[in-house]
Structures are given as C-alpha cells and as structure tokens.
C-alpha cells in the first residue's frame, strides 16, 4: 500500500493534533496561546543541556531536559508577572529570547562550530554536577550531532534547522512510544483538571476564591502546555506548534457555544489536520510534512471563519444583505406614504420616476425593489404604475410611525436639535422592537405629531 | 467538637463570648505596586445586615472585597473572617465579581456558570453530578431565570448576565456574600429583583456586602454603610452614619493631601523627583 504514508509518521501526528487541538482550547480562551511558543523555544537550552550533563543520546532524556526547561520557563514567566510590573507580553518576550538565546549558544557549543573542543565543556559541567565519570572516555559530539540531531549531515547549523522546523518523516517506532505516553498524560491531565483549568479559563479570581490556588492552577496549565510542546517538538518544530495550538481551537470556536463538544471538536481538527499533512507530504515530493500540518490547519480554521453558522462571514454576510434588502423595501414604503400625505390619498398608483425621485434614486433598482414588495403581497402594479396593498399600507404606517416615535423621543427626551434628529431615526425605524415602540408611546403619553409637527400614523386597526 | 466532655467548662464559653463577625479588618493597608490604595483600615461588619460599600472611583471599595477574599495581597494588618483567617472559612463566603470582569463569550451556558459555585465544596477532582446539577437549577429558578439556564451566557442581557453571577454565589450556599457593583447597568426589573433577593437572604441570616454607587436608593436598600476614600471614613447604621457631613468628607477635596502623600511616595520609589 505505497499510497499510506508510514504509520509510524500516521500515528505521530495524529496524536501531536489530538492533544494541540484539546489542549489549544484552553490556551485560546486564555489567550494565551503565545504562552506555548515562548515554552517551545525555552525547550532549546535545555535538550542542549541535557546532552551535556548525561552525555545520553535517548529521546526520553532530551525531551526530558526540554520538560525541566519549559517548567523553568513557565516559572520565570508567572515570577516575571507577580514581581514585576511588567505585563504579559514583556514577560514572554523576555523568557522566550533568554531560552532560545542561551540554547543557541549551547548548540553551536556541542555542534562544534565555535567551541574548538565541545566535550571539554560537557565533562567540565558532567563533573561540576557530579553526574559522570571524568575518567570516562568521551564520545565525539559531533558524531552524536550528525547521527541523532543533523539526519541529513548537511551542515552545521541543521541541528537548529530541524528543531525550528521539525522532521516528522524521521519519527522511529521508539520515539513513537514516547509520543504515546505523552499525549496519554497530556490527555489524561485534561480530563482529570477539566473542571478546574475551565474555571481557570472562565474567572480565575473566583477560582482563587473557592480555594484553588491561582498558582498552582497556573502551573498545571502551563505543564500541559510544556508537555504538548515537546510532544509536537520532533514532529512540527518549535515554529508551528504555537499554530497547532491555536488553528485547530480557533476553528472548532466557530461551530459550537459549549467547551466541550470545542475541545473534541479541535481535537477532530488537529487529528484532521495531522493525517492530512502526512498524505500531502508522502505524494507530494519536497513538501516538508510539518509546516504542511499547520497549513492544513489553517485551512481548516478559514474555512471555519467563513461557513460556520452563526459566526461565519458567509453569515454574516447573508444576514447584512438580508438587512440591506429589508432596509430598500421599507424606505420605498415610507416613500409611497409620504409622497400620499401631500394629498391624503395613500393608496393612489405612483409613476416609478416619482418613486425613484424621492431619494435620487435609480428607476431600475426602484422597479426591482418595487417586484419585491409585490412579491410579498405589500404592492401591485397597475402599468408603468404602482400601488400599495392595504397590508403594505399597514407596514408603511408601521415604519413612518417608528420614525417619528423616535424623532420626538430624541428631541423631547433626549433635547437633540430638530435637524440631528431625521438620520438616526432613518436608521432607528427598521429595526426598533415592538416592546420598544409601546414603551416609547408610554413615555411619550401617546403623541399626535412629531417634533416637525407631521402627524405620527396609526395602524388602521386602532383608527 | 464532640470531644469535649460538656462538664468542660469551656463548653459555656459560646454563651458569653459573642460571635466572631463576619468580617475583621485591623489596620488594613494595601498598596498596589507600591502605590497604598487603602490605608490604615479598621472595620468590623455586623452579622445579618445588608451592607453598603460606598465611595468615589479608586476608592479602594474592589480593593477592600479581593483583599478580605485574599486575592490582593495585604501590606499590613490583618482581616478576620468569621473569627478566623479566610482560607479556613471559605465555604462560608461567596463572591460575586464584577460583571464585567470575565469574557461573557466564553462558550458555556448559563446553568454551567451557577454550577461552578459547587466547584468549591466538590474539591479538586471531582465533578458536578446530578445533586449539584439540581442545585444550580433551584438557583436559577430563586433568581427567576430558570427558562434561560441553556443559553450562551453572551446571549444575555447585562441584567441576566448579572442574574447568573448571584444564582453562582447561591449555589455555594454561603453565609456572607461580596458582590461588586451587583447594580452597575442593570435593568429596573432585575435591580427590584435582586434587591428581594438580597432581602431574602437578610432575613436568612446571611450577611451582604455590596460595593454600592448609587448614593440615592443607599437607604432604601441597606441597613448599614461604609463609606470609604482610601481610607475609612465612617461605617455604621445608615441612619446614623449616611449624612451629609460624612458624604462630604467622602466625596470631597480633603483626600487630596492622601494621593498627594501617596504619589509622594510612588516618585522616591521610582526615583523620580
């Protein structure tokens, strides 16, 4: 079956989008996303470290270096925010450029590109920490380097490349396990602190209040963060986890009002998002399989911005043309009214140009509006002419009257001039609710004329 | 308690002493980033009494809620709960923010919300079940808006929104309550609903304390005051303590000498002239 992309690779990013999306929920209601960025680059220093101090080649050992830095990082961040006056951002700017910068330093140690001899320096922190034999025969770095980090042996700096970027097409069946085992807690932690990191989430004060401890709170959250990072380390790189985090979460806001059904929901999307990429990158030649996983991502949250129900701009737009379309046809009707109040003859056919005249607007788009209305019963035709129903004559005394309803609230109640009041009441009149109109008649102990003395209409029902 | 023998005589001790207030406050400064926001603050609120906070904007009134809830931290002095540190009488206290301190787009509905008050007795771990879940329905319904408690909280009215808070501080059954600003832009009919409520509450026994800044409806609504700028002004029954003098002293431009003094000290902190 040469069309499947390798399970190993199948599988590896299918748990890296699992528990990015669920996780990723809660970074995003806390907008804290740019929190798993700054712990991904503080995760450098130390796998480095870790290498140097054990001189140990196994994943478990480097991801548990990465483990110890992100906590670090977390920590100095929640310090930086309690001690200081600094705000968010800052905090994660500086623990973010201090990691990543030491990291860099330590890496191009062990790679050899600066250090002349880089074991000098692992044997001098292994003894100065107690954890090695000095007497034991050093392994030559830069062979570990070119075997474990360098996959291609292209360069010095590759090391750096792979860790920024990822390398999902070497995932071995061990380091599989360990993603195993990782995305097991990350996801058992989930649902153990469901409860409390959704408080968290929603008011963390009252959360403090009811006695969980911001703190710790905080740091449960951000060793969920850490672990996630490493899990989606090898796999995406420390660039696009962050997207990872948040794409999938974004997107599954779109079609759902409950934290729930958003969590399994990003879930789908990051697991979606991971076998996809793995397919595009085992067909399509030269795409490297991470930054294609956070593209599919990203798709998956556009399309979401647009078509969800609800909150898409599709609907959006739907729902603005709806308006417009609604706000066209009114207006003509309050037009037919006016243009019969010169005469008191309301239901007289109108020439199209006198309609259009009104408001300088065009015959033809008049005509189209003019269908409209005769399509809902509100107008009819009578030749070039036309003429209103009697229930659009209803619904044009309903829309004149929320008009001057509402010019004489503002310039009785409110004391507006007499020319501020027409624009907002041209505006107010379509969408006013009835429970607002009787509260102004209240108010306005039931008024005859508006503030340009024209008398306010009443549906024919009550006359 | 049961282990003491009732010949003890210690065991008529509750007679004679009488109970520990609800709230102690003994020289109570806090200051945020070096700045005091409330100085010098002795307080000690009466059982079963609704209680107003008032004073002008930055007066500390928020300040001195999170600092009895410990979520500010204290200068110096201390504050009392029930007689004994908050941490250790936190079933008996609920708390309602402002209103506007949380995202009300948060996707969750209105029951979800009243159910987090049961998250304090439930402890770490443990999840509402169908008791709690019963619970915040009651909740609801005792804050008349039951027929809501599926809705998205961004679906609400302020008034609702505001309705949903105080059915979260029932559902802890608690007998004092802290509530910022319970009034701040709600409708008429819920403002006459939550004031019921809180009467309701009073002749339970409980204690209210609300951060209050309608000066007008101060008598009609609470039994006793506190009046606070930066520093305690008055506290005591309304009728003895809400005049005119002690408003003016609230209200008026003797405290310029304290934000004067505090800026002082802000400026050698920073080492500005």
């Known amino acids: 079956m040469s069309w499947l992309p390798d399970p190993t690779v199948l599988e590896g990013l299918a748990l890296v989008g699992a528990t990015s999306g669920a996780l990723g929920c809660f970074a995003f209601l806390r907008r804290q996303s740019l929190l798993s ?38 920590l100095l961040f929640l310090a930086i925010l309690r001690g200081s006056r600094l705000k968010q951002d800052v905090a994660l700017g500086i623990v973010l450029s201090t990691f990543f910068g030491v990291g860099v330093v330590l890496l191009s140690m062990l790679q050899g590109g600066v250090d002349p001899q880089p074991h000098t320096l692992r044997d001098w922190l292994a003894q100065w920490f107690g954890l090695r034999d000095p007497a034991e025969k050093p392994v030559n770095l830069r062979t570990w380097l070119l075997q474990t980090v360098d996959f291609e042996g292209t360069g010095r700096q590759s090391g750096l490349k792979h860790f920024i970027f990822g390398q999902a097409a070497f995932l071995s069946t061990e380091y599989l396990w360990l993603m195993r085992i990782l995305g097991g807690v990350v996801l058992g932690g989930l649902v153990l602190f469901y409860k409390e990191l959704k408080l968290l989430s929603f008011d963390a004060d009252y ?69 996809g990429g793995a397919f595009w990158s085992r067909h399509v030649e030269h795409s490297p399989t991470g930054p294609i996983v956070v593209l599919a991502a990203t798709l998956l949250l556009c399309m979401s911005l647009l078509v969800a129900p609800g909150r898409g701009l599709v609907w959006n737009w739907v729902r603005l043309w ?128 508006d503030p340009h003395g024209h008398p306010i209409p009443r549906a024919q029902a009550e006359a | 308690m049961y282990l003491l023998p009732t010949t003890m005589p210690t065991a008529s001790l509750p007679d004679k002493a009488p109970p520990p207030p609800p709230v102690e406050v003994h020289d109570l400064t806090v200051a945020y980033h070096t700045r005091p926001v409330l100085w010098d603050v002795d307080l000690s609120l009466p059982d079963g009494k609704l209680i107003a906070v008032v004073g002008p904007n930055g007066a500390g009134k928020t300040t001195l809620l999170k600092a009895i809830l410990g979520l500010v931290p204290i200068s110096a002095g201390w504050i009392k709960v029930f007689g004994s540190p908050y941490a250790e009488k936190r079933e008996s206290v609920a708390y309602i923010p402002q209103r506007t301190s949380v995202d009300w787009d948060f996707p969750t509905s209105a029951l979800d919300v009243v159910l987090m008050g049961t998250y304090g007795r439930l402890g770490w771990f443990r999840r509402p079940g169908a008791a709690e879940r019963e619970r915040a329905m009651h909740c609801l319904q005792r804050v008349g808006i039951s027929e809501l408690a599926r809705r998205q909280i961004s679906q609400l ?71 606070l700028n930066l520093r305690l002004i008055a506290a005591g029954s309304v009728r003895e303590v809400f005049t005119q003098t002690n408003l003016q002293r609230t209200y008026g431009g003797q405290l310029k000498i304290l934000a004067q003094a505090a800026d002082a000290l802000l400026r050698r902190e920073e080492g500005r002239p």
């Open chain 1, 322 to 449: 709806r308006h417009r379309r609604q706000v066209r046809q009114e207006n003509l009707l309050t037009d037919f009214y006016r243009l019969g109040e010169r005469q008191r003859d309301w239901r007289r056919a109108r020439a199209t140009s006198d309609l259009a005249a009104v408001r300088q607007g065009a015959e033809p788009s008049v005509r189209h509006t003019l269908r409209q209305l005769a399509a809902r019963g509100l107008a009819q035709s009578e030749g070039a002419h036309w003429r209103l129903t009697e229930p659009g004559l209803d619904e044009a005394v309903r829309v004149v009257r929320n008009h001057r309803l509402w010019e004489l609230y503002l310039a009785k109640r409110l004391e507006l001039a007499l020319d501020h009041v027409h624009r907002d009441a041209e505006a107010m009149e379509h969408v006013l609710p009835p429970e607002v109109i009787s509260e102004l008649e209240e108010t306005l102990e039931n008024p005859e004329l």
């Open chain 2, 157 to 227: 009215s302020g008034g609702q929104q505001q309705r949903v808070f105080l059915a979260r501080a029932l559902a802890q059954d608690a007998r004092l309550y802290l509530m910022d600003e319970p009034f701040a832009a709600v409708d008429a009919t819920t403002e006459r609903a939550i004031v019921q409520l809180l009467r309701e509450l009073r002749d339970q026994g409980r204690t209210v304390v609300a951060v209050h800044h309608d000066l007008q409806s101060v008598p009609e609504y609470f039994d006793w005051v506190v009046l």
């Open chain 1, 207 to 275: 959360a403090a209040t009811l006695g969980f401890r911001r703190r710790v709170l905080e740091l449960i959250f951000a060793t969920l963060i850490v672990l996630v990072v490493m899990l989606s380390l090898r796999a995406v790189g420390v660039v696009l986890t962050v997207a990872l985090l948040v794409a999938p979460a974004a997107a599954a806001r779109q079609w759902t009002e409950r934290l729930g059904v958003m969590i399994i929901l990003a879930s789908l999307f990051g697991v979606l998002s991971g076998v």
């Open chain 1, 37 to 74: 960025d700054t712990l991904a680059h503080a995760a450098l220093p130390g796998v480095c470290l870790a290498f140097l101090l054990t001189s140990a080649k196994g994943d478990a050992v480097l991801l548990g270096g990465a483990l110890l830095a992100g906590v670090l990082g977390s």
